[in-house]
């Protein structure tokens, strides 16, 4: 597994150039459907808090995220920056695209947990109300986990709609 040892290895490094000391884990999560067909993997990496003091892990996180979205986002393209741009005609994501989430303190699992109860609220309404549901201001990576968390709901849709930054993720009933 080569790619989650080289993933380690490139946030280690990072997280070293900005002062910290921190080992980071890498987990391969089980890929979706769509993942799967594209060959895309799914790394959960996970920089582990011994030797890391409160202050430090809460600068790492920063206020609302920001820092360890921003950890996610560079991991995601300086990652994937060697691999071909072609484009899955049925996909907006390259092939072969892997994606990389940062954990850090139990911060990405709480939040992704707040991610299933937006997504779980946003299907009972539309049950409730026959009617399609927008949830708004989600960073891609977010419209991207709700798409794949509502997969499982055969009764439901979802696509993306709009021009970033108003880009906004659609939340409706499955046409019969």
Known sequence: MQD????ANWL??????????ASVNTHLLEASPEQAASNSKNYWLEIS???LQEQQIQKLIGQD???IDS????????LNSHL???????SSHPQNHNFYT???????????ANLNDLAEKAVQQVRETQTEFAIKNLSSADRRYIHQFLESFPDIQTYSQGKEPNRHLIVKLVQI
């Open 4 to 7: 989650a040892s080289a993933s």
């Open 12 to 21: 280690q490094e990072l997280l070293s150039l900005m002062g910290y000391s």
């Open 49 to 51: 808090t011994d030797g």
């Open 65 to 67: 995220g920001v820092v």
């Open 71 to 78: 950890l996610q986002y560079l991991a995601n393209t300086v």
């Open 84 to 90: 071909p741009s072609n484009l899955n005609q049925s």
């Open 102 to 112: 940062v954990e850090l303190n139990g911060y990405r699992s709480k939040y992704l």
